[in-house]
């Protein structure tokens, strides 16, 4: 058998990455694979073809009139091992793989408008493979095979077949494809396109329900962001054209965007929630990998970090020891996959490398007008929706506006000028909890746009926020409005208005506590955001942030959580009061005890700052607790080594506290008093 590893790798549609069998192989082993392959293209008689219909059933056709041949060759006869049947038959099974690749990206669910887009292209295509099986028969030489005379003329018919078969772009596909280009001309003019329009080009494609819209576009969106694209313009109309589709023509939503409207997970979120993180760790830098790469040895590094690995003149794998042949790279897309998939259901940011930043593209330009001109459309339509809509209506609506505006700062930019901000807050007091979720998730995303902050402020919106965190009805909408408010803190006035409100810093205090793990992020998050405005850092530890904090420190499993946690605490301790109360919750072990078995670097460099702070401004509670600690030393001297060049400091000033300490006490001089300005605090 051919051990055909194509299929292992994610395949760009419209690639055919066929593999020629190799010179050695055996006659029987190579008719077998023959067979097998042609039987699983036959079978693609039973599929629907939304596209390229006759020609790809005449592809078909023409395989099992190759099969037939293909199977009256007398299998095992050694004399043929290394005749020219052998390269012929090669030949056709190289072809035989290319049609394969074609059928299955005629058939593909998600890609139906683009298949119909580049109709030209798969019709040439199936011109060429249709000449190359004609070539590879004409040199089969049928003499020196025992077939029968059937078999010849089946060859010969076949052959002739496949000259004469004119593939061309089909009437119907041709009718459609202009039908789409007059809509995408109305999109670029600003003109609404007729509903009537839209339907005929759907149902043609077999688009019947929302969620087969969503499929189109989420397709179209990661081919815009693929590295080597060279079609940008047009996907990006083709995909605010279906984008259009998705929000204006699909009244109920199916079961699948039910299930996402409604919180719903699958059963594969449930399974990666409970990944083993460490798995996605790089065996260099202990760092959750973003570019995941497999060396010789078959191991997984991050691809930055054995790169300089292999810079610095090592050419052996850094967890074997092993001498390696090649310094290949090769891309690990399934375990980046999963990696980003387990960042997403955990609620972990995850940092795309080597790609085009989304949100940076989407903000300079959408890559065509009539993508622009849908987006501005299509936001319109759903503000008046929200306003006037029923309410599944509004419901249906903050749902599209939430994923529209968790992609793109264009999108958001569009909705805010559409004027979705006032309705949404209307919608946040709503009583139907779906309803809730979707608008405060939407009001969280516009609130990352920078003309959103003071909309939102100004129609009242943190009274609105403040009601959903206090008492959402699901945890995922007081999640939501935690995270709101985190955006709104980055304006100096919102941070002044937000912490002298006397119940917000509670409601924060009291998700932290019982919250979900996005929930409790989100709490830290904004809670860090407040402190920026010093006037709110008694607040926070009269409310008895600092206690909560730290028990909480104990039970955390998820780094970000950690670091997070200790920003917060880092941040109260430059200040005497907050360092106390840090001190006093009994903080100083579960610090040192992070610092020793925390992988996370960022939590690593925010330990040392803590405990930097803990000994400037509550030295004489906290240097005799440290140097009495055995285990600090270590992580300290390699945060040292190979820290950013704050944290090397901070852990350099932290190092030199304690010596001085030591030195003084075993010199038998007065104890030192520690006081703020006897050291320099490195921010």
């Not at 699983?40 to 790809?56: A, D, G, L, Q, V």
């Not at 339509?381 to 006037?388: D, E, H, P, Q, T």
């Not at 408010?485 to 912490?499: A, C, D, N, P, Q």
Request: one cysteine or more; charged letters at 20%.
């Amino acid at each position: 058998m051919i051990n055909d590893k194509s299929n292992e790798f994610i395949r760009r549609i419209l690639n055919f990455p066929a593999i020629r069998p190799s010179e050695t192989i055996c006659f029987s082993s190579l008719v077998t694979s023959l067979i097998q392959l042609g039987q699983k293209i036959c079978e693609y008689k039973s599929r629907t073809f939304f596209t390229n219909k006759k020609n790809c059933r005449n592809s078909i056709r023409l395989i099992e009139d190759i099969l037939v041949v293909v199977k009256e060759i007398p299998n095992g006869v050694s004399r043929f091992a290394n005749s020219s049947i052998l390269s012929s038959l090669s030949e056709i099974h190289f072809i035989f793989q290319k049609y394969q690749f074609l059928l299955e990206d005629c058939i593909r669910e998600d890609a139906r408008i683009w298949m119909l887009a580049k109709s030209e292209d798969v019709s040439c295509q199936i011109q060429m493979l249709a000449r190359a099986v004609a070539v590879a028969l004409d040199v089969l030489p049928l003499e020196e095979m025992d077939v029968s005379v059937e078999v010849k003329e089946v060859v010969e018919f076949v052959r002739n077949q496949a000259v004469k078969l004119k593939f061309e772009v089909e009437m119907d596909d041709r009718r459609v494809q202009m039908n789409v280009l007059k809509i995408l001309d109305q999109l670029e003019d600003g003109i609404i396109p007729e509903s009537s329009d839209l339907k005929r080009v759907l149902d043609y494609l077999g688009i019947k329900c929302w969620s087969a819209c969503n499929k189109e576009v989420k397709f179209l969106d990661n081919e815009i962001f693929s590295e080597g694209n060279t079609d940008m313009g047009l996907l990006s109309s083709l995909m605010g054209f279906m984008i259009y589709c998705r929000g204006t023509m699909f009244e109920v939503l199916d079961n699948v965007a039910s299930t996402q409207i409604n919180g719903g997970s699958s059963n594969a979120d449930q399974v990666i929630r409970f990944l083993n993180l460490d798995d996605f760790r790089c065996p260099i830098t202990l760092e959750i990998m973003s570019d995941p790469v497999t060396i010789a040895s078959g191991h997984t590094y991050d691809r930055s970090s054995i790169l300089k690995w292999f810079r610095s003149g090592n050419s052996t794998c850094p967890k074997t020891g092993e001498r390696l042949t090649s310094i290949d790279l090769v891309p690990n897309l399934a375990l980046k996959f999963l990696i980003k998939q387990y960042c997403y259901v955990n609620g972990i940011p995850f940092v795309e490398t080597g790609r085009r930043n989304r949100d940076t593209v989407k903000s300079v330009a959408t890559g065509s007008v009539a993508n622009e001109q849908a987006m501005k459309l299509l936001a319109s339509f759903l503000v008046g929706r929200l306003v006037a809509g029923t309410m599944e209506q509004q419901n249906n609506a903050a749902f599209e506006i939430h994923l529209l505006t968790k992609t793109s700062i264009f999108n958001r930019s569009c909705l805010v000028e559409a004027g979705a901000i006032s309705p949404l807050l209307n919608l946040v007091n709503s009583r139907d909890s779906s309803c809730q979720e979707n608008a405060m998730a939407t009001l969280l995303n516009l609130s990352k746009n920078s003309n959103s902050k003071s909309i939102i402020v100004g129609n009242g919106g943190l009274f609105a926020i403040l009601d959903v965190l206090k008492g959402g009805l699901k945890m995922e909408a007081r999640q939501h409005a935690a995270g709101t408010l985190f955006y709104l803190t980055s304006v100096e006035e919102y941070r002044k208005m937000i912490g002298e409100n006397p119940e917000i810093i509670p409601s924060l205090l009291e998700l932290l506590r019982n919250g979900t793990d996005g929930g409790k992020k989100n709490a830290l998050v904004t809670i860090f955001g407040l402190l920026r405005r010093p006037e709110n850092h008694w607040r926070v530890i009269a409310a008895g942030l600092v206690l909560l904090v730290v028990n909480l420190l104990k039970s955390f499993k998820r780094e970000d959580l950690i670091t997070d946690s200790l920003a917060v605490l880092s941040t109260l301790s430059e200040r005497l009061d907050g360092a106390m109360a840090v001190l006093y919750a009994g903080a100083l072990p579960i610090i040192v005890n992070v610092l020793s078995s925390c992988n996370s670097r960022a939590a690593k460099e925010y330990c040392v700052s803590l405990l930097l702070a803990l000994c400037i401004n509550g030295g004489a509670d906290a240097v005799p607790v440290l140097v009495k600690n055995s285990s600090l030393m270590g992580p300290l001297y390699s945060l040292l080594a190979e820290g950013n060049s704050k944290a090397s400091k901070k852990a350099s000033t932290l190092i030199r506290i304690l010596h001085e300490y030591n030195e003084k006490t075993y010199s038998g001089l007065v104890s030192p008093v520690f006081i703020e300005d006897q050291f320099i605090n490195v921010r």
